[in-house]
Structures are given as structure tokens and as C-alpha cells.
């Protein structure tokens, strides 16, 4: 069946980076991309940016432009999110979700989420 | 980017009741709609896309409706495990795909 297995929550320090894993199985990882989307504390949904499975290609939503780097490896059908200069706005939980590169694009399938808490 | 704009943001009723929560764009998207529900301290859960057609799996007491602009879902009679939050994506215009921002069904 499909799984998106994200890696553990985060403490980090105001400043610093982190990086969050997310491992496909039970399907075809280049049929598909990543999406990242976060949710605040009690907050909705926020896109963040999705990585190209094939390509690398990705796209940075405003406000993340610069300080996010969405990285894949189809070798072990996993992809990364990093977030750097953290600040306290930051804290929130991570979801990957794959959407079909071709098609309808829904999000049929999410990761259990990734809290990460900045905080010193 | 297209806002998508749900009401009412808390929305109260009592088991075995219909339930029927609104979403709005800013404009037009056609019916590239998805419905999400989600639980306390889980993933957001595909209900319905294409404004109507339920995902696999999904109950036949969730429904979905409209086109453009004007969207509704109704869950018919509430079961208790329909009580979550309920958000609305347009996926009709890239950069980004947009989320509403919940509306909170809640046991009467």
C-alpha cells in the first residue's frame, strides 16, 4: 500500500536549520511529486513547495523562496525538505504528500507529519 | 494566487443531522475542487475532488457540489467520527495550489 514516512520531530535553536525525510514506498516514486505543506499551531494548511521526481525541478512558495531546499533520492525514493534561518513562526508541523505529474493533481497521500519546535 | 474563503469557520450539530460547510473562491476554478477532512494529530484525508467525486473509500453520506466560484460539502447524517476540521483546495490554478482555512465541525 502507499506510505510516506516522514523522519522524527525537531527541537532546534532560533537560527539554525533542519531537515525533514520523507520515504515513499508502494508506488512508482517518478510518477509523482512531493509537496510539502505546513500547519502552524491551531492553524490551516500552507503550501510550501513541491520537488519534480525526475528532474530535481522544484517550486519554493512565496515566503519560503531562500530559505527552503527540496531535494529528492529516487535511488532510495525518499525526498528532503530543508528550512534554514528558523525563527519562532516556524514552528509547525511538516506534511509531505504526493501528487500525480500527470493528471488530476490531487493529494492522495500524506505523511504522518513532522513537528518542528524552534526554540531556544 | 486565488483565495479560497470556507464558512462558517465552527459549525455545530448534533449526531444523525446534515451538515453542510461552504467554500468560496476568488475566482473561477472551475471544478478542479478537493475537499480534505482532518482529525486532532493526523495527515489531511482526499474526501472528494473535481467538486463531486468522492475519493476511494469515502462514504456515500459525503457529497460534493458547485462549480466557478460557489462550492458545498454535505455529509448527510453525522456520524460521530465526521466531527474534524474540513478544508477546500483549488488545484485549478498553478503556482499555488490553494487551501481555504478550515471550518471546524463540532458536536452540537
Known amino acids: 500500500q502507499v506510505q510516506l514516512v516522514q523522519s522524527g520531530p525537531e527541537v532546534v535553536e532560533p537560527g539554525a536549520s533542519v531537515k525533514v525525510s520523507c520515504k515513499a514506498s508502494?508506488?512508482?516514486?517518478?510518477?509523482?511529486?512531493t509537496y510539502w505543506v505546513r500547519q502552524a499551531p491551531g492553524q490551516g494548511l500552507q503550501l510550501v513547495g513541491r520537488?519534480?521526481?525526475?528532474?530535481?525541478?522544484?517550486y519554493y512558495a512565496q515566503g519560503f523562496e531562500g530559505r527552503v531546499t527540496m531535494t529528492r533520492d529516487p535511488s532510495i525514493t525518499t525526498a528532503y525538505m530543508e528550512l534554514s534561518s528558523l525563527t519562532s513562526d516556524d514552528t509547525a508541523v511538516y506534511y509531505c504528500?504526493?501528487?500525480?505529474?500527470?493528471?488530476?493533481?490531487?493529494?492522495?497521500?500524506w505523511g504522518q507529519g513532522t513537528l518542528v519546535v524552534v526554540s531556544s | 494566487e486565488i483565495v479560497m474563503t470556507q464558512s462558517p469557520a465552527t459549525l455545530s450539530v448534533s449526531p444523525g443531522e446534515r451538515a453542510t460547510l461552504s467554500c468560496r473562491a476568488s475566482?473561477?476554478?472551475?471544478?478542479?475542487l478537493a475537499w480534505f477532512q482532518q482529525k486532532p494529530g493526523q495527515a489531511p484525508r482526499l474526501l472528494i475532488y473535481?467538486?463531486?467525486t468522492r475519493a476511494t473509500g469515502i462514504p456515500a453520506r459525503f457529497s460534493g457540489s458547485g462549480s466557478g466560484t460557489e462550492f458545498t460539502l454535505t455529509i448527510s447524517s453525522l456520524q460521530s467520527e465526521d466531527f474534524a476540521v474540513y478544508y477546500c483546495?483549488?488545484?485549478?490554478?498553478?503556482?499555488?495550489?490553494?487551501f481555504g482555512q478550515g471550518t471546524k465541525l463540532e458536536i452540537k
Open positions: 473535481s467538486a463531486s
Open positions: 520537488i519534480h521526481p525526475k528532474s530535481g525541478g522544484t
Open positions: 504528500a504526493r501528487v500525480a505529474v500527470v493528471g488530476i493533481p490531487l493529494f492522495d497521500s
Open positions: 508502494g508506488y512508482i516514486f517518478s510518477d509523482f511529486y
Open positions: 475566482q473561477s476554478v472551475g471544478i478542479n
Open positions: 483546495q483549488q488545484y485549478n490554478q498553478w503556482p499555488p495550489y490553494t
